[in-house]
T-cell receptor, first 116, second 109 residues
Framework: EAQVTQNPRYLITVTGKKLTVTCSQNMNHEYMSWYRQDPGLGLRQIYYSMNVEVTDKGDVPEGYKVSRKEKRNFPLILESPSPNQTSLYFC???????????????FGPGTRLTVL | DAKTTQPPSMDCAEGRAANLPCNHSTISGNEYVYWYRQIHSQGPQYIIHGLKNNETNEMASLIITEDRKSSTLILPHATLRDTAVYYCIVRVVYSTLTFGKGTMLLVSP
């Protein structure tokens, strides 16, 4: 089954304790992206990656890092989490220009992060 | 600046057609109209997209006006499971997906 998986689904942590949220897709997609969703602010893009070793900032990258060492994985790293990073996070992936493909973005189930 | 304008909320009776409007008066010639929906706190789900012709798939129909300045997403027989926030997004293919506030559709029995 084609899917995007995220782990963990729920996480409560404390300020300053480094954490990683993993994202994996099984569709051989080139493009992957991270969003955060906050009440009243909607979905905002944090980082995206067009392919392995190619990443770029989205609209709200401050306080986050990403890496794309393998095509299927795109982890989101919070080196020193703060309470303002409490949010619902979504990973997404899509293909990029392969013949016959579309650019439909497939989203993961979300990770609800609370930073105390 | 918002590229699309949608009503904040709409109601629909179960079994009836839900018609969700979207205005995109500044759309460019190479920009498509995309629709996604998000059921409470789940990941957004792609519904349909189009350039200028009307489109239909197993989930919905998309009607785009001839001047492309507005469009309507039609769910032909809404069910309770269609209750969600619906996002109309205008974008060039393979560009960043930017979500606005969307329309909260409430389907009632």
């Amino acid at each position: 089954e084609a899917q995007v998986t995220q782990n963990p689904r729920y996480l409560i942590t404390v300020t300053g304790k480094k954490l990683t949220v993993t994202c994996s897709q099984n569709m051989n997609h080139e493009y992957m992206s991270w969003y955060r969703q906050d009440p009243g602010l909607g979905l905002r893009q944090i980082y995206y990656s067009m392919n392995v070793e190619v990443t770029d900032k989205g609209d709200v990258p401050e306080g986050y890092k990403v890496s794309r060492k393998e095509k299927r994985n795109f982890p989101l790293i919070l080196e020193s989490p703060s309470p303002n990073q409490t949010s619902l996070y979504f990973c997404a992936s899509s293909s990029l220009g392969r013949t016959g493909s579309t650019d439909t973005q497939y989203f993961g189930p979300g990770t609800r992060l609370t930073v105390l | 600046d918002a590229k699309t304008t949608q009503p904040p909320s709409m109601d629909c009776a179960e079994g009836r057609a839900a018609n969700l409007p979207c205005n995109h008066s500044t759309i460019s010639g190479n920009e498509y109209v995309y629709w996604y929906r998000q059921i409470h706190s789940q990941g957004p789900q792609y519904i349909i997209h189009g350039l200028k012709n009307n489109e239909t798939n197993e989930m919905a129909s998309l009607i785009i006006t001839e001047d492309r300045k507005s469009s309507t997403l039609i769910l032909p027989h809404a069910t309770l499971r269609d209750t969600a926030v619906y996002y109309c997004i205008v974008r060039v293919v393979y560009s960043t997906l930017t979500f606005g506030k969307g329309t909260m559709l409430l389907v009632s029995p």
